[in-house]
């Protein structure tokens, strides 16, 4: 592409994951590229470490939400259905920080993510009126909440507060479930771990 020729701006793939009564809401970024998609939902990257870190804390194996064929063999694939109803039992909501971006580079590193309309979301909040934390999980994610909700950035793993409206949340900050954030996937679980049992899911 030339490069006085801006990239196409893209529009979220997916409608935000709302369960009633959901307690807490996970915010990305942006989604990959559809080819990048292993299924039709959120962390669908077969790459990206979210669901074995799901798997990992709540069911003791990362391969948990792997999908397997008719004969009952895993594929590289995690599956949709399994991940969507644990999210859903567990009060789990999830959607991005950006509803539009453009990819400064064909890859899926928010690093050179342009986020050109970001997700609104006041009106997603009021959607789910019995949430009570944000939880971001990764860099771009979280700059957007400061900017957001005027709050400050805390330091990976713990959290703050912020005003949204009359609300007051809990803002938790943590690692980055790509496998270019460089720390093991064990490691990026005790993280999510004590979120979890802070806000009682685990």
Known sequence: MPKDVLPPIESHPLS?????GARILMLGSFPP???RWSMNFFYPNWINDMWRIFGFIFFNDKEHFVAVDANGVKIK????????????????AMFDTASQVRRLKDNASDKFLEVVTPTD???????IPECQ?????????????????GCAIPAVGECT???AGERTLRFWRMPSSSRAYPLALEKKAEFYRKMYEKENIL
Do not use: N
């Open 16 to 20: 935000p994951f709302l369960p009633e």
């Open 33 to 35: 590229k559809q080819e």
């Open 77 to 92: 694939k995690f599956d949709r259905d399994r991940c969507a109803g644990f999210a859903a039992m567990k009060g789990i």
């Open 121 to 127: 979301l006041h009106g997603l909040l009021t959607q």
């Open 133 to 149: 934390a944000l939880v971001t999980t990764g860099q771009k994610a979280t700059e957007v909440i400061a900017e957001t909700f």
């Open 161 to 163: 507060e912020l005003k």
